[in-house]
């Protein structure tokens, strides 16, 4: 036993130093080391190099390109390129200090040889997609003693196989587009080990710019110069942006397309996309290699395939024949012009046509007898997918592209009667309704996770391919994006999202922040899922409810702590990269949150009149002007590197589109400078606008009425405390006193001292309650506050908090009610029941204020309340009002995912009444329409609120349960409603559970 132990610890001690001495890169196991372990061979060595890198010059010139990058990255990381030798030869000319090989199965005559000599075994990879291996060989030529090999089962494998090394030696994929400081080594080893990485989990796998202006066109426009044919959008920067996809071992890119032209603006685009070894595709709206632009450039006559077939076919034949010598995704099908709607009515029959004569055209072009065999893609996007339901034929080898609803939530995937090949296109930025999204990020990567996880369970695999706008600032979930589809093994079970931020932040940041880093993006990604920035407003937060909007933004300010705390620990190298993908995301996001919550309350303050409204408006003045510095900041770092990537307007969206400035919300002031009619001090409470004296209309009709009411307090209220604030209206200090009645009432502070020169010295009063000593049952204690100034024509205000100290028995466990609400965390069940392998699992931050629960499986099939798995939640209940409970249940979830015959449902059931089953998103209204409500719930953050009615019977104790009817179903939180529920965004905090 003892023995047992001690060797599980060295081994655990053996595997982290291990760890430590190795450089990272996600997901796949060392290869590199900065030590010398046993039969390791040197690379570098005290700062010395002491190898080289052969290439086959017959092997894809992708290929040998890659080579060289590796030969720089050494470079990066060492202080010395490695010496890069490219012939055409086999083993008799090599260097003696050749120790890396790297070449094609089939085109590289030494690995070839390798494999002949049984040297090597490639077995794994042959003939494989893009798989490769590496290992070390002994006398793998004369005068060669050892030598690392790298073998690709094609060009891409070996270029995988290249960039594994590259990131292993300490180069991030992302070291130009995030500057993340390559490490600083003198000395690397290859290890002794043989890695080999198979086919990719997805087959296509890339990302879509869209939407590039201004942020990307103005950063293009400033730094790449201007092609012949107009915008940058040239084989320099396409280069780039190859080499990222290659890095991160994707290899499919749908250009940009917003107002460029990747086959025209620049001619060597499309040799480029190719020589890289970059499968090029265009988007869902640009059929065969022809963007949009193009046509309204260059077309002949309208985009009306019934009127215009004739030249469109001709339009589309230059595309093909443009495109033939390289590797392509071919877009198939039709949407009208500018990525709308083809027609107000389903025409199934016309895009049967256009793709039939696409295909022939592919057929013709490319001088193919079985077009089966060209790689075709047709996106059911919007109202494409209207059309496929309504019976659109789509040939068999045609890959579907399914998509998401714009807004990151999947619309649909493969039934098992739909065979075709298939794929998702999803979004991570958006352009239109009920808002763009494309400012900065707002992805949550768990939300991702769980919508992916789906999409691959259900056989979406072909192709995946994410809509990133202008590719900054979304760098953690494209790498995170790709990271999954390359390697789902790695990265698709639940729970990994937090393993993958994890090895994320090690490479970007190193291993002594990464805990800290990995936590800060996964937080980010929660707060941020919320609701996206753009849809953010005063509003959006509750000002007087449960303390939401400055809990929320308390919360942001704690996160940009913490992110700027690592910030000021990390060496001056890594700064840049954490400002881009860490820090200024967080500060940026923090300094919106608090100008709408300022703005809020602002506005309050001014209409309670409080003297502090007017330093409300200066501060939110001076975010303005913070937010415009930090916008600075990003724009010219770095010598102007990302000049115009932070120019997106962020600020006053009246509509879906972006405000052409931002624009701040309306502030209010109070006047000053003349007397206040009710004197120098005034009195509000929570939950109430009004304050007094006078002014109170909410609270009573009577204008000179000065009493406030508190919301009740009761032992089981999640907060223990209710607040009194006191303000100056005016410019005169003054000192207050709190007076409770009741002995059983203790308030604090119970006096102080308000001076309207200094807003922060607005009072607030926390008024609590001893239950020990409270009386029994329903009770009101009264409350006054007196000043040391006079109250105008007014009386002393006062204050009244009703109490509740009900009784329950020692023996319950479970949420308790108070104030006529029970709020419950959906993953917090008393008990869950399984359905042999059918059960909850627990998603990470999923929920609306935490984490959230689905069905697993999420292939299983639909699920009845008789034996389904079920959630129950045990309450106590004070207060059973005769018309019943409302129970609204929070949902996140796909839209409904599964076909006519399996929309999403679940079932509740109250106190042992018989269940009610609920499908949440409602049938289409029309085939072009999406489901009623889908606003509101993608504006809210994902999240579906459905309420049913219940009957309560007597108080005490009761059951609620829940039942996922089908996979795919989140839910996030739960709120039974008495009467008690008051307005917010986020839904009461959750109750006490006993
Ligand atoms: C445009 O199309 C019309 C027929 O629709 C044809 O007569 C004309 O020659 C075309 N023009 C060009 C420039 O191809
Ligand atoms: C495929 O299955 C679904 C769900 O069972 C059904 O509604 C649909 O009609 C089927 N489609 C075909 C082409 O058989």
Known sequence: ?????????????????????????????????????????????????????????????????????????????????????????????????????????????????????????????????????????????????????????????????????????????????????????????ALNTKLVRGEPSIKYRGIFLNDEAPALAGWI??????????????????SRVFELLLRLKANFLWPAMWDSMFGVDDPKNQETADFYGIVMSTSHTEPLQMSTKEWNTLGNGTWDYTTNSANIDKYWERGVSRAKNFENMWTVGMRGNGDNILSGTVVTELLQKVVSDQRKILSDVLGVRDVSKVPQVWCLYKDIQAYYEHGMRVPDDITLLWTDDNWGNVRRLPLANETNPAGMYYHFDFVGDPRDYKWINTVSLQ????????????????????????LKPLELPIDYYLNLAYDYDTWGGIDKVIEYEKAWATREFGEDVAKEVADIVETYGFYAARRRYELVDPKTYNIINYNEAELVLEQWKNLT?????????????????????????TKAAYIVYDIHVSSAKNNLYAYQRRSSANALAEHVLERFQDDHDLTQEYNTMLGGKWSHMMDQTHLGYNYWQQPMRNTLPPLAWTQLLENSLSGTMGV???????????????????????????PQLDPYAPV??????????????????????????????????????????????????????????????????????????????????????????????????????????????????????????????????????????????????????????????????????????????????????????????????????????????????????WDQAVSDGNVWKSVTQHKVGAVGKKILKLWALEPSVVFQKVVIDLGGVKDSYLGPPESVRL
């Open 561 to 585: 702590s913490r992110a700027e705390a690592v910030y000021a620990k990390l060496p001056a190298e890594r700064k840049p990269a954490f400002f881009e993908m860490v820090l200024h995301p």
């Open 720 to 933: 223990q405390y209710r607040t009194i604030e006191i303000f100056a209206r005016g410019t005169k200090a003054f000192d207050f006193k709190v007076s409770p009645h009741n002995p059983w009432v203790r308030v604090s502070p119970s006096s102080g001292h308000v001076d309207p020169r200094n807003p922060a010295t607005d009072v607030k009063v926390k008024v609590s309650v001893d239950w020990n000593k409270a009386p029994a049952g329903h009770n009101v204690a009264f409350i006054n506050i007196t000043s040391s100034e006079n109250y105008g024509n007014f009386d002393m205000p006062s204050v009244n908090l009703p109490i509740h100290k009900p009784s329950i028995p020692p023996s319950f466990h479970g949420f308790v009610e108070s104030n006529k609400l029970v709020s419950i965390e959906a993953s917090h069940a008393s008990r869950k029941t399984k359905n042999g392998n059918v059960q909850y699992e627990t998603l990470r931050n999923l929920g609306r204020t935490g984490d959230a629960l689905t069905l697993f499986p999420v292939t299983c099939d639909k699920q009845n309340t008789a034996s389904g798995p079920r959630l129950e939640y045990d309450l106590f209940l004070h207060t059973a009002p005769t018309y019943g409970a409302n129970i609204t249940v929070y949902l996140g979830a796909a839209l409904n995912n599964n076909g006519p015959d399996r929309p999403l449902k679940y079932a509740i059931s109250f106190d042992d009444a018989p269940p009610q089953e609920i499908q949440f998103i409602p049938d289409l209204d029309s085939p072009l329409a999406m489901p009623k409500g």
């Open 447 to 470: 939300k991702t996770w769980e919508q992916l996880h789906l999409t691959y369970e259900r056989n979406a695999r072909n192709i995946w391919v994410v809509n990133v706008g202008d």
């Open 221 to 238: 426009n400033a730094n790449f110069p201007r092609g012949k044919y107009g915008p940058g959008f040239n084989h320099e920067f396409y």
């Open 684 to 710: 509000a409470v929570e939950s109430s606008n009004g304050s007094v004296p006078g002014d109170d209309h909410f609270n009573s009709a009577e204008y000179n009425n000065n009493t406030l009411v508190l």
């Open 1 to 189: 036993m003892v023995e047992t132990n001690l060797r599980f610890l060295r081994t655990l001690l053996i595997a982290v130093s291990f760890f430590v001495a190795f450089a990272s890169a996600l997901g796949s196991k060392p290869i590199i080391s900065t030590s010398k372990p046993k039969g390791a061979l040197p690379l570098f060595e005290n700062g010395n190099v002491v190898a080289s890198i052969h290439v086959d010059s017959n092997d894809y010139p992708g290929v040998v390109r890659a080579a060289h990058d590796l030969s720089v990255d050494f470079g990066h990381v060492t202080g010395h390129n490695m010496s890069l030798y490219t012939t055409q030869s086999d083993a008799h000319s090599l260097s003696q200090r050749t120790s890396i090989i790297i070449g094609t199965i089939g085109k590289s005559k030494l690995v070839d040889s390798l494999v002949l000599s049984k040297k090597i075994d490639v077995s794994k990879i042959k003939g494989k997609w893009e798989s490769f291996q590496t290992q070390l060989v002994q006398n793998p030529a004369p005068g060669v003693s050892q030598a690392l090999v790298i073998v690709g089962s094609d060009k891409r494998g070996s270029i995988f196989g290249i960039y594994e090394v590259s990131e292993q030696i300490g180069v991030s994929p992302w070291y130009y587009w995030a500057d993340v400081a390559p490490r600083k080594h003198s000395s690397l080893y």
